[in-house]
């Protein structure tokens, strides 16, 4: 981890009521900072939390928002929850399969783009949703999602 | 059919999502009337007599709850059930996202109530978005002194601290959510002994969903008789209902329990069918209770009547088939959702779901044996009461509906070579 989220990681051993509490906020840090939990950093928590490696990642395999694998700099998530399924999730899905060349959970040779299909993002009113980042794109299309897969790539080229 | 608005009345002022409008529309007087006018019992009589019932699926009375807490002296904790993720379900993201001092001057008010100096606010990894305009709406109202060391000049410290989870449907469940909260995989715990008595970290807690700590707002402000007087004796107060799927209108309606029907929320303010649809069925309560077909659309939405017409209130995710949409795919779908979900702690959820995910599957791409539903059935026996925590019901609920009512779709599907479901796709 850097040293600011060193510096939060620590903080929050002594946050809560009990100092186990700690580990998902933590593990959130390492994944924001590398997009996925490399195995130094499994070590690195189970270090500062005094726990063993495997208990951490028996903790952060049961949840899908922690990586094991890299993920691209845009994690693009489709909701795939029945109301959207009824509102052309599939369809949507199926697009942006072919527009980035990767299956599934597949992130772009680029590692720019990676996209899974996930479980209901409690947004169903605006379906078909899906999240960037974690962040909502309610009634989604493929022309917003083309255009916002063309913006990103040129905003990265334009920094690189 | 109008909407009757308590949890709602504010939510389209521009800018209630920060504390100067939300003050002016009235906000934390609960709050102030709470810890100035009321002892902390005065406000859970106010809740027991307003007839409150979890809004979260589960419909048990709060102010019951509530009163389980044993008087021992203990450090007791509130945890804000933020985890919404019942399919069809959205809700609580509209309170959090777009309505937050609500949400917070609920938590506070009840936190007062129950005697709790720390409470929780858990929410769904998805609602990084929310988890942000929480933390803003918090450090907002500590600047006010509504929370922290000296709540409102009372001397007493109530605090909130937010967490965020890290994508598992099973952490919604209130002692899986404890789990989750204390760091570890978020599998349900045995019962008894129940969070009341021992919760988090070992204490007495209450764990409480969004929308019910949100409506305490109005009960305190208005009196628990008088919210009481809404909705029927049984089913009081008002609701949010989600209306999604094949609807012209999707959205959050908050109507009056038992007041309006299921037919009206869906043609007067969902707006009905899209062009030239009908109506196939609808999932009431979040995708974990039976189908509604729509000979009973005329059912008045409240927890009774829903299961006198064989289903469940639930959540209020209201999730809608129109004649377009197939019950067999539907029914896939949504055991694909329980298979990937089940925590895998028991053996009938675990094993039972990934069974009847394969012979659904099969059903789906044309690959059905005749003798495909009775397996179906004797697993959905296998499952139903048989499992640790409430998720194998869950699974379940819908597909079991789904057999009785809509048979035929599944025989023809299975009578239907594969050859021939190519081609249509086509």
């Known amino acids: 981890m850097n040293q600011e989220h060193l510096a939060e990681a620590k903080s929050l051993l002594t946050a809560f009521p009990g100092k186990s509490s700690a580990l998902i906020p933590i593990l959130h840090l390492v994944e924001d900072e590398f997009g996925y939990i490399p195995q130094e950093e499994v070590d690195a928590v189970a270090g500062l939390m005094g726990v063993t490696a495997a208990y951490v990642e028996a903790v952060l395999s049961f949840y899908t928002l922690f990586h094991r694998q890299p993920t691209g700099k845009y994690l693009i998530q489709v909701c795939r929850g029945l109301s959207c399924h009824l509102r052309g999730a599939d369809r949507l899905a199926r697009f942006l399969y072919e527009e980035l060349g990767v299956q599934r959970g597949g992130t772009t040779d680029d590692g720019l783009f990676t996209v899974e299909e996930v479980e209901c993002l409690a947004l169903c009113k605006d379906a078909p949703v899906v999240q960037v980042n974690l962040e909502y794109r309610p009634r989604a299309t493929q022309e917003e999602l083309g255009r916002l897969i063309a913006e990103s790539r040129q905003e990265v080229a334009r920094h690189a | ?426």
């Open chain 2, 1 to 426: 059919m109008p909407e009757t608005r308590l949890l709602f009345k504010h939510i389209d002022v521009p800018g209630i999502d920060g504390i100067e409008v939300y003050e002016r529309a009235g906000g934390y007087r609960s709050l102030r009337k709470a810890v100035r006018e009321m002892s902390p019992d005065d406000v859970v009589r106010e809740v027991m007599t307003s007839n409150l019932r979890g809004r979260g699926g589960a419909g048990f009375p709060t102010g019951r709850k509530w009163s389980f807490l044993p008087k021992d002296g203990r450090t007791r904790y509130l945890v804000c059930n933020g985890d919404e993720s019942e399919p069809g379900t959205c809700k609580d993201q509209e309170i959090i996202y777009r309505h937050p001092h609500l949400l917070i001057e609920g938590v506070l008010t009840s936190a007062y109530a129950i005697g709790a100096e720390q409470a929780f606010i858990y929410l769904r990894g998805e609602f990084k978005g929310g988890y942000l305009t929480l933390r803003r709406a918090i450090a907002e109202a500590r600047a006010k002194g509504y929370l922290g060391d000296d709540v409102l000049g009372s001397g007493r410290r109530i605090d909130i601290r937010l967490y965020l989870g890290a994508g598992a449907y099973i952490c919604g469940e209130e002692t899986a959510q404890l789990e989750s909260l204390e760091g570890r995989r978020g599998m349900p715990r045995l019962k008894p002994p129940f969070p009341a008595t021992a919760g988090l970290y070992g204490m007495p807690t209450v764990v409480n969903n969004v929308e019910t700590l949100a409506a305490v707002v109005p009960i305190v402000e208005m009196g628990g008789q008088e919210y009481a007087k809404l909705g029927t004796k049984e089913s009081a107060g008002t609701k949010l209902f989600s209306v999604s799927g094949n609807v012209r209108r999707p959205g959050n309606y908050e109507v009056e329990l038992g007041k309006v029907t299921m037919g009206e929320l869906l043609h007067d303010l969902a707006g009905g069918p899209p062009e030239g649809r009908r109506f196939k069925a609808v999932i009431p309560g979040g995708s974990s209770v039976p189908f509604l077909p729509p000979d009973k659309f005329d059912t008045p939405l409240d927890y009774e009547s829903l299961r006198a017409a064989g289903t469940m209130l639930g959540s209020g995710g209201v999730i809608v088939l129109d004649d377009q949409a197939s019950i067999v795919d539907a029914s896939l779908r949504l055991m694909e959702f329980y298979r990937h979900e089940s925590c895998g702690k028991c053996t009938p959820c675990r094993e039972g779901t990934m069974w009847l995910e394969q012979a659904l599957g099969r059903i789906v791409s044309g690959e059905g044996r005749q003798g495909d539903l009775k397996t179906i059935e004797g697993l959905i026996a296998h499952i139903d009461g048989q499992t640790f925590c409430p998720l194998g019901d869950a699974a379940i609920a819908a597909l079991g509906s789904a057999l009785r009512l809509f048979r035929g779709e599944f025989e023809e599907r299975i009578a239907t070579p594969q050859r021939q479901l190519a081609e249509v796709a086509q």
